[in-house]
């Protein structure tokens, strides 16, 4: 299995300030024939189901601010909120695709400060 | 747009069957990959398995073969069972839709609301 490892496990940061979430992943997740990394990054807000952001490991889902990007390729990969509002409260899972079974991150709790 | 409902029972015994499906409005079931994926209280998510219309499926090895998926294309549906069940089994229960209509794209852009079920005597 692909072992996906986030860090770090919480955060706080300031309305208005970057946030930063990290993941590994213990193999590569590039797929050389299309030059692709099968990475995902989701939202989850309490009593929701996680909400896709971004697939492909930076292309942003239909509808997602622009404040959040993905970066990364290979095994290290960051989602980035440039700048984090009210709303943006929620734990960010990364997930792999490449390979089954598919695997998530612990997840990161990101908080205002 | 294509909305997913999950629906069982809530509590099932330990060493019983735990049975959920998962209805698909706005859309038909006869393309995509449909997951199941499961989130402890207070933890992360786990991915259980899928199956495409066809019938073709995948599942976690980690659940040591206790899960099986079916699909009933002509009600939209398509449901999970797991048997037998222990306390580590309580989660809630999402069904979700992969993105892309084709393998190996498995990432969830249309999930259900999820269900709690809780294993206990």
């Known amino acids: 299995d692909i072992v996906m490892t986030q860090s770090p496990d919480s955060l706080a940061v300031s309305l208005g300030e970057r946030a930063t979430i990290n993941c590994k992943s213990s193999q590569s997740v590039l797929f050389s024939s299309n030059n692709e990394n099968y990475l995902g990054w989701y939202q989850q807000k309490p009593g929701q189901p996680p909400k896709l952001l971004i697939f492909?490991?930076?292309t942003r889902e239909s509808g997602v601010p622009d404040r959040f990007s993905g970066s990364g390729s290979g095994t290290d990969f960051t989602l980035t909120i440039s700048s984090l509002q009210p709303e943006d409260v929620a734990v960010y899972f990364c997930?792999?695709?490449?390979?089954?079974?598919?695997?998530f991150g612990g997840g990161t709790k990101v908080e205002i400060k | 747009q294509v909305q997913l409902q999950e629906s069982g029972p809530g509590l099932v015994k330990p060493s019983e069957t735990l049975s959920l499906t998962c209805n698909v409005s706005?859309?038909?079931?006869?393309?995509?990959?449909w997951s199941w994926i499961r989130q402890p209280p207070g933890k992360g998510l786990e991915w259980l398995g899928f199956i495409y219309y066809s019938g073709v499926t995948d599942y976690n090895p980690s659940l040591n073969s206790r899960v099986t998926l079916s699909i009933d294309t002509s009600k939209n549906q398509f449901s999970l069972r797991l048997s037998p069940v222990t306390a580590a089994d309580t989660a809630t229960y999402y069904c979700a839709r992969s993105a892309v209509a084709r393998p190996g794209f498995n990432y969830f852009n249309v999930w259900g609301q999820g269900t709690l079920v809780t294993v206990s005597s």
């Open positions: 997930q792999q695709y490449f390979t089954t079974p598919l695997t």
């Open positions: 706005g859309g038909s079931i006869s393309s995509y990959f």
């Open positions: 492909r490991a930076s």
